[in-house]
């Protein structure tokens, strides 16, 4: 017997991915480079379905039946291209490589060209859902080839997330394109995180409440339009009392967040886009405030003078019917903020598919992430139906459902912004959002005194607004202006 799709690569994910595959009916050919994992994987749970192992590159691709289709789940970077190359120097016309790991989009484009000129297939596929989703169902981004999406798209779908009937998979676009909606996946969940984080930090130091409090406030916004698996997860992190001291977890954690990349390559890649992502901007530089140990312990040491946030809301803490007021608020304005970013980020996918020209259907893109991702929320729903309405608009804020759901926050966001900035609290997301939406809604933008000064100080040109063509003032001379 021969596998219909094999596994290389049998650590945390590899072997959830392959034992996944093997549930599902797939005959499963399985390669790890130490064989000591391999023999791990079917001493434990070699039970659970069809595996073949292999000791050898060679052994497991001759263990594959045509076209041979292998999933790739080592390290990303050099291990990963090291793999690929044994695997392509060994297998034939028409087989297809998959590069599930969590590569750069650029990486996925330059070796998708390295193995098409052999004359194999190379998919980039983003997955999403860490260890649990890989082995009950992912959410999985694949970029690739039409022909590999034959054979691969069935295989995909026997094992991924279900969401309202649908797999969680769809073909994003050929070579980086999966990776590419993966990296603004986990930039999006930055910004998400961050806006939780925010509205967590208003009502622990700004209205002093204890974390089960606001664990109990997070579990009734997931009975609404919040509802998602992060606020859920945020209302069990809140809730859960640490064994040794008997603390709430929350308050033994380091304040310092740790980070693996892939929100600083949505930014960067947005920054060489021109596309701004803001929210997701600014929750990658939180992170990365956060973590400046050193900087921060001289801000407490030199006591960079402020209000105190707890002293500052205590007549609203203070007030049952203001506090409630004002929580509600905030939920307003996580939700406005929210919106923001999913905006920004799937503004980042279309700039990203104009740029490297793939066709990216992003109502596809919203419905894959509704079930099996770290950012599956109900919300998602409402996103594909505004993309799958086949209207074109710029960006989901026009969409009619969010431009309302904003409009309806958008006192309560203000109100947020502005009492955060007066007590004390960063809230770097919401305030950001807030001007990226004031930014758009502008008729005239300050970016015209920009224009000017760019003239002056450097000769740069402007338009007129009257007036088609590029214009300088001879701003050191007789001030008349010139047609550049
Ligand atoms: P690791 O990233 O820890 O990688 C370990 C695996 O890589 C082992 O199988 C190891 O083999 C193999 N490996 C390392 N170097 C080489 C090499 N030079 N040649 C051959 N094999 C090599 O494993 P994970 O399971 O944590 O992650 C796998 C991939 O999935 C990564 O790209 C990671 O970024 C991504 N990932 C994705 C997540 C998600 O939610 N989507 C979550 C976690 C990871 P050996 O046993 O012989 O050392």
């Not at 094999?6 to 996944?20: E, F, K, T």
């Not at 969590?102 to 297939?121: P, Q, S, V």
Request: hydrophobic letters at 40%.
């Amino acid at each position: 017997e021969q596998a219909n799709i094999g596994v290389v690569g049998l650590a945390a994910m590899g072997a959830s991915l392959a034992r996944n595959l093997a549930h599902h009916g797939n005959t499963v050919a399985v390669f790890n480079r130490h064989y000591s994992r391999t023999e791990t994987l079917m001493d434990e749970h070699g039970s659970e379905g069809s595996f073949i192992p292999s000791k050898t590159v060679e052994e497991f691709v001759h263990s594959l039946a045509k076209p041979r289709t292998a999933i790739i789940m080592v390290q990303a970077g050099a291990p990963t291209d090291a793999v690929i190359n044994e695997l392509a120097d060994v297998m034939e016309k028409g087989d297809i490589i998959v590069d599930a790991g969590n590569a750069y989009f650029k990486d996925t484009i330059r070796r998708e060209k390295e193995i098409r000129a052999r004359g194999l297939h190379f998919v980039g596929c983003g997955v999403s859902g860490g260890e649990e989703g890989a082995l009950l169902g992912p959410s999985m981004m694949p970029g690739g080839t039409d022909e590999s999406w034959k054979t691969l798209g069935p295989i995909l779908k026997s094992i991924a997330a279900v969401a309202e009937g649908e797999p969680c998979v769809t073909h994003i676009g050929t070579d980086g394109a999966g990776h590419f909606v993966k990296m603004v996946h986990n930039g999006i969940e930055y910004a998400d995180m961050q806006v939780i984080a925010e509205s967590y930090d208003l009502m622990r130091r700004g209205l002093g409440m204890a974390p089960k409090e606001i664990a109990d406030v997070f579990a009734e916004w997931n009975k609404g339009d919040l509802n998602s698996y992060l606020i859920e997860i945020t209302s069990q992190v809140l809730s859960h009392v640490d064994e040794k001291t008997g603390k709430p977890f929350i308050d033994i954690v380091t304040d310092q967040a740790g980070m693996k990349g892939t929100g600083t390559w949505t930014v960067q890649t947005a920054l060489s886009l021109a596309t701004p992502v803001t929210g997701i901007g600014e929750a990658v530089f939180a992170r990365g405030l956060s973590s400046e140990a050193g900087l921060r312990k001289e801000a407490q040491e030199k006591v960079l003078q402020g209000p105190d946030p707890t002293e500052f809301l205590s007549r609203i803490a203070n007030d049952a019917e203001a506090k409630k007021a004002f929580i509600e608020d905030i939920r307003e304005a996580l939700y406005a903020s929210k919106i923001v970013a999913y905006a920004q980020g799937f503004t980042e996918i279309e700039a990203g598919a104009k740029e490297y020209d793939w066709t990216i259907d992003l109502g596809a893109v919203a419905r894959i992430w509704r079930g099996g991702c770290i950012i599956r929320a109900k919300f998602l729903n409402r996103i594909s139906d505004a993309y799958g309405s086949g209207e074109s608009f710029g960006s989901l804020l026009f969409d009619p459902f969010f431009k309302k759901a904003v409009e309806n926050a958008q006192g309560s966001w203000r109100r947020v912004v502005s009492t955060a900035a007066e007590a004390g609290v960063p809230v770097p997301v919401f305030s950001s959002s807030l001007a990226y939406y004031d930014g758009l809604r502008s008729k005239r933008l300050p970016a015209a005194l920009i224009q000017g000064q760019r003239d002056l100080f450097g000769a740069h040109t402007y338009g007129r607004v009257d007036e088609p063509g590029a214009f300088h003032t001879l701003w050191a001379g007789d001030q008349k202006e010139i047609k550049a």
